[in-house]
């Protein structure tokens, strides 16, 4: 059966990736590190990544050594200690750009400008890059396929990378219950495809990230993928639908950057202030800018 067209494919502006279009008032690392988490805040100890550097005649390579976190849940009966990572896309996968053409995710710089799905107008959008992750290496990862032939490689393995599960309008992790074979999702042709298949791949493999400047989603493998500060409101026909909450007062954020405050909408969220300052701290530390990878 032939993939049900949702919207056209986007009218893009191939102007919009030239360099002399970009913004060019970008932070440098310097710049960005002053503006971390401030004030009274303890970060994380999540540990930063460990750098091996390889060298021949000819070729340098760099891998980055995952920084695994162990959680402990303790109940009256027993306690489990589980071992986790940042769901990611790996290696190879190719990202959309906001002038039609794609690019590997490991070669995808802050200069770069992507197409996003924009949720408050039900729409085909572009925006800057919030956050892109340093790379890492894993021992498995997730094979997703989809009925448009499309497929995608993510991590963690038992939750994978969240994609846009149109039946519980949301972004949700691939290899859970709540998305189960035939989910249908959403592509970058404006179609709705469907989720045929789920498996995981024992081999070493490099993994990156990336979150867009307040959309925070984007289309890797043609697949429309994010986090979960994407889901600010229910999605009705690929569009918000919003209530009358009441937004949390910049005042509240005190430890967290501009950066942050506005790029993942935290004036709309509904998670914990200490959960988001968690969440934001994850990813400076983790943050190829301030690592000075770019």
């Not at 032939?149 to 219950?177: A, C, V, W």
Request: charged share 25%; hydrophobic share 30%.
């Amino acid at each position: 059966m032939p993939n049900k067209k949702f919207f056209s494919t986007p009218n893009v502006d191939k102007s919009l990736n030239n360099p002399d279009n970009q913004i060019k008032n970008k932070q440098s690392p310097t710049q960005a590190s002053t503006q971390k988490l401030r004030g009274s805040y303890t970060p994380v100890t999540t540990a930063l990544p460990t750098i091996i550097t390889t060298s021949s005649t000819t070729t340098t390579s760099t891998k980055f050594i995952i920084p695994t976190t162990s959680t402990t849940s303790t109940t009256s009966t027993s306690t489990t200690t589980t071992t986790t990572t940042i769901p990611c896309l790996v290696r190879g996968t190719m990202v959309l750009l906001s002038n039609g053409r794609h690019k590997k995710i490991e070669n995808i710089k802050y200069k770069d400008r992507l197409m996003v799905w924009n949720f408050d107008d039900g729409k085909f959008d572009s925006a800057r890059i919030l956050w892109i992750k340093v790379p890492q290496v894993h021992n498995n990862h997730n094979l997703i396929k989809f009925s448009d032939g499309s497929e995608l490689k993510t991590l963690q393995t038992e939750l994978g990378h969240r994609i846009f599960n149109i039946e519980k309008g949301m972004f949700t992790y691939p290899m859970t219950d709540d998305t189960p074979i035939g989910t249908h999702t959403f592509n970058e042709k404006g179609e709705t495809v469907t989720l045929v298949s789920k498996e995981v791949v024992n081999n070493e493999v490099e993994y990156y990230n990336i979150i867009t400047d307040k959309h925070m989603n984007l289309f890797t493998n043609t697949i429309l993928t994010s986090c979960r500060y994407n889901n600010i409101y229910p999605v009705v026909g690929m569009k918000f639908v919003k209530d009358d909450r009441e937004l949390r007062p910049r005042s509240e954020f005190i430890n967290i950057s501009d950066k942050y405050y506005t790029g993942l909408r935290l004036s709309e969220q509904k998670f914990k202030l200490s959960e988001i300052e968690k969440y934001v701290e994850d990813r400076i530390m983790l943050d190829v800018e301030e690592l000075e990878l770019v």
